[in-house]
């Protein structure tokens, strides 16, 4: 800013875009998220900002190679210069965090995923966390504030902890069941002393509306964690207890969902893989100055249109919006995906609710397959 201002050139114009050149660990698709916060930095600033919409699966590129431009921003380069940086924060960290919950999510089904990762990070980033694993997917989030954010109830249970200090686990499970206010789910976590099973049928025997029991097992007593749950599920079944569930926890990632998932397991409690997900490593580059194509080595210069099959979800990217691209898997035309989100600094619609945002989200998921894991 200060060479630009000393040379006279604070208002010359140039236009830039966000790309990614690979997603991580060989991703086929990512979620892209973080726009919102992105928008609240930008509002009131003197730029247009068009861009595909938070909560869009996308991919790092076209069918033919070219990279996908998620945002694309024109206004007088010192308008935005010096937010490069906290923009790239904002979508880089929150993308691939509500990634890996669609992960997990679209492996787990219909059965809960619920975000436990915010002891893995520091408590600052705990809103825009929580945020960005439910737009991902997750079902709820553990966090005060991050529940806030999306407008819901927060979700836990019972700390081992608890049960420690009163020395006994059906005293736990009693005075939890008599303090805790009857509208939070009973869980009783069944791995403290004892057996599995038999904390399992201790807590069934001890709280009337139990809800579920939690195994957080420890890894160095796990054995095969499916087979503890089949065990579980078959001891508590027997005895009329059907209804109650059985939720899971401890070190879960998206290879533990599916054999926990054929086992019996309801819900998954996942913390480090979903809060200390593979971040997305977007770039800001300018590729027009004054109206004009230009950009640095190893990337294509000019204002770019983002098309996408609406089937395949596969993408397309031309430099002149009337040529629209056909999908090369089902031939069907893309549909232009990018949005105008500012224009001179101004919001151009509404904006969604992170509800909003993770059903479209899980609308998209069940267009596209994992490869394999
Ligand atoms: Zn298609």
Known sequence: MEVLAAEGMLGEEALSEFTVSELPRGWPWAVFCGLEEVLRLMEGRRI?????????????RAADGVRVPVLTIDGSYSEYCVYETPILGMICHST???????????????????AFGIRRMHPSMCPALDRASFIGGCDGVSSLLGAETIGAEPTGTMPHALIVMM?????????????????????????????????????CESVENLYAVRLDTPGSRKGSFPDLIREVRWEMDIRGYDKVKIFVSGGLSERSIPPLLKAGADGFGVGTSISNAPTVDFAMDIVEKAGKPVAKRGKYGGRKYVFRCPDCLDYGVTHNRNQVPSCSKCATEMKLIEKKLLSKGRRTEERPTPKQLRSRVLSQLEKI????I
């Open 167 to 203: 020395e006994d686990q059906r005293r736990a499970f009693r005075a939890f069941d008599e303090v805790i206010d009857s509208k939070v789910p009973r869980v009783a976590l069944i791995d403290t002393y004892s057996d599995e099973k038999a904390e399992a049928i201790m807590a």
């Open 96 to 114: 691939g965090v509500a990634t890996m919950a669609s992960r997990c999510k679209k492996l787990a089904g219909d059965r809960r995923v619920i």
């Open 48 to 60: 247009d900002l068009w861009g595909i919409p938070e909560g869009t699966v996308f991919r790092s």
């Open 369 to 372: 397959e994992l490869e394999a």
